[in-house]
T-cell receptor, first 111, second 115 residues
Framework: QKEVEQDPGPLSVPEGAIVSLNCTYSNSAFQYFMWYRQYSRKGPELLMY????GNKEDGRFTAQVDKSSKYISLFIRDSQPSDSATYLCAMSEGGGFKTIFGAGTRLFVKA | KAGVTQTPRYLIKTRGQQVTLSCSPI?????VSWYQQTPGQGLQFLFEYFSETQRNKGNFPGRFSGRQFSNSRSEMNVSTLELGDSALYLCASRRDRDSGANVLTFGAGSRLTVL
């Protein structure tokens, strides 16, 4: 079993839809939870990061962490065609430990 | 401020050859991590270097190796290439190994094709 599980999709939604992306994990020592976005032919770029449990909002994006369920989510409101990309969840124990990534979910937002 | 620079961007090799990839981190970043990205396996951690020392290592065979220089630039080497080594190799840098957020900044990657 992988440490981090993420449905690779693809996920196709119409413009303006609310998108929900999720990951589950098995390592209870993870403390830092991140979402990266990767466009075709580019490296991943950090979208959001959260420490421990709770919610964090940044514009149209909301990240949620539920450590009791070992489950994290990224919500995208009012999705745009420019949001079409691969979204990768990532987790770390912090303090210099390696960062583990999910497989990435391919998202298509149709105009 | 310059980002993470990886060279070469694209390369084609044949089985049995070896390859060296280079990564220049963001100025002031002392940690460099390497990842292999394939459609089937996603982003797989290879290794991390900090102050010229390997701090973390993933589950890859010994054919995969790396090093870091005093200016924080890093190289990774893959010897005796196999078809399955075809992938996008990503380098990521971070300012300080002890930075709690562990936020990585990635380069654009080096796409290796093994024929």
């Amino acid at each position: 079993q992988k440490e981090v599980e993420q449905d690779p999709g693809p996920l196709s939604v119409p413009e303006g839809a609310i998108v929900s992306l999720n990951c589950t994990y098995s390592n209870s020592a993870f403390q830092y939870f991140m979402w990266y976005r990767q466009y075709s032919r580019k490296g991943p770029e950090l979208l959001m990061y959260t420490y421990s449990s709770g919610n964090k909002e940044d514009g149209r994006f909301t990240a949620q962490v539920d450590k009791s369920s070992k489950y994290i989510s990224l919500f995208i409101r009012d999705s745009q065609p420019s949001d079409s990309a691969t979204y990768l969840c990532a987790m770390s124990e912090g303090g210099g430990f390696k960062t583990i990534f999910g497989a990435g979910t391919r998202l298509f937002v149709k105009a | 401020k310059a980002g993470v620079t990886q060279t070469p961007r694209y390369l084609i090799k044949t089985r049995g050859q070896q390859v060296t990839l280079s990564c220049s981190p963001i100025s002031g970043h002392r940690s460099v991590s390497w990842y292999q990205q394939t459609p089937g396996q996603g982003l797989q951690f290879l290794f991390e270097y900090f102050s010229e020392t390997q701090r973390n290592k993933g589950n890859f065979p010994g054919r995969f190796s790396g090093r870091q220089f005093s200016n924080s630039r890093s190289e990774m080497n893959v010897s005796t290439l196999e078809l399955g080594d075809s992938a996008l190799y990503l380098c990521a840098s971070r300012r300080d190994r002890d930075s709690g957020a562990n936020v990585l900044t990635f380069g654009a990657g080096s796409r290796l094709t093994v024929l």
